[in-house]
């Protein structure tokens, strides 16, 4: 067995899978990036868990797909974490985040750290009060919240360049603890908002993309139909999120300089990560979910929003090497775990990815499914990604149960009612990744029995977990006529 480690985990909020060279990208530059795929053990079918954010940390704080029993929420108290148990392994374990939204307002993902650094100012972190009224850099209704822009460019009202960038910032103060602790055995958690919206990379990153644009700076769309922007708003929309894109691999480079300085290379496993991915016009939208006045529903989750990279520079293990296996967030945490020599706890539903990198397994779970927290009653019109094999299932919940219709301030911490549809639960729609990779085409009518075999795929996986009967009802029926078919009966007996 390979001696323990330390470990480094880097997450970047919103970063495109397809928007990396490691990934085949060549119109956005990430060369740091890039770099790390090839000492590193690069996974092709990575797929997002519970959904967004602060969802995402929680699956992999905990190592368990916590879509089934929670949501948008502090860290349950209760909760075994993995900076306890690396903490309780003898490990010195450090949190350096400018991720707001795991931090304020008692949300206490900095839990079992024995230390941590919040890098204030991101998006509508409450830090600067001064100017009052700084001038938008678009028309306000092409903005998702004028005021959270207004907030973000309080906080930024005194950046001088590159190095001010909440990114810098963050790598900066990750490099500068490591620099303080290499000597001690240590797992370093690097969470940065970047490049999730409001786009701010400096000029000079714009200009490689959209030189000598005059028009808005669509900064931070609108959540939903992309028609209020012009053809050449929205590709200067793309042209800002690339260049925070290669912003944030420059600044990440320069943190796995300082691993390398610092000769901890030979001992140091480095994970990296998103939690999701954004529309940039496919499909006819902007962002992750539909956001308006008071109001708020889902977005299906298609490959541009639930595929993420996944890395892991493992030193002793494959260089440049990719698999094809799925992998998820909860995996994580047992990861770490192993790599650091520390027992994985029972509550742990994740599976290490560890004997995937060495050869000792070639697969984890048949499926991968993504989704916005299902814990939750009603959940209809809530859409579930179920991907298994070239497929992929989008479903939205019992074709005749009752519709979400629930009050929340996760969003914008704005009152909105969450609801799951217009009218009435959604059909499923089902892709063939092989043959329509942007999923533009259903063909569920066609191939109902494929859509019955992956919807009872996840219920069956979803009561592995544990969930909640009263939960998992609202997910048992795929549509009533494929029940009395006996189809569905089959593949769920």
Known sequence: EAPPMNVILIITDTMRRDHLGLYGCERVHTPNL????????????AYAASFPTVPNRMDIMTGRFTFTEAGWQPLPREATVVSEVLGAGGYTTMLVADTPHILANAYGYDRGFAGWEWIRGQENDRW???????????APEKLRNPAVVKQHLRNTWHRKGEEDTFVARTMRAAGDWLA????RDFFLYVDTFDPHEPWDAPQEYVDRYDPGYEGDRVSYPVYGQADYLS???LQHLRALYAAEVTLVDAQVGRLLDRVESLGLADDTAIIYTTDHGFFHGEHGWTGKSFIWEGGYRDMPLYSEVA???????MPGGPRGERRECFAQPPDIMPTILELAGVETPETVQGMSL???MSGGRDHTRPFAISTPTL???PSGGRPTTIVEGDWALVYYGAPDGPLMNSLTRNVDDIPRHAVGAPGRVPVPELYDLKHDPQQKYNVYEENRDIAVKLHADHV?????LGMEERYLDQRRQLQADTILGGLFDQHLG
């Not at 595929?307 to 520079?313: A, K, V």
């Not at 069956?460 to 592995?464: K, P, S, T």
């Open 128 to 138: 600067r009060t001064a100017p009052a009224d700084p001038e938008l850099p678009a």
């Open 375 to 377: 814990a939750l009653a």
């Open 231 to 233: 053809e050449r708003e």
């Open 354 to 356: 560890v004997p995937v």
């Open 180 to 183: 303080e602790n290499a000597d």
């Open 307 to 313: 595929r993420i990279p996944l890395m892991i520079r």
């Open 460 to 464: 069956h996986f979803m009561e592995e």
């Open 34 to 45: 890039d770099r790390l795929a090839q000492q590193s053990c690069v996974f092709e079918n």
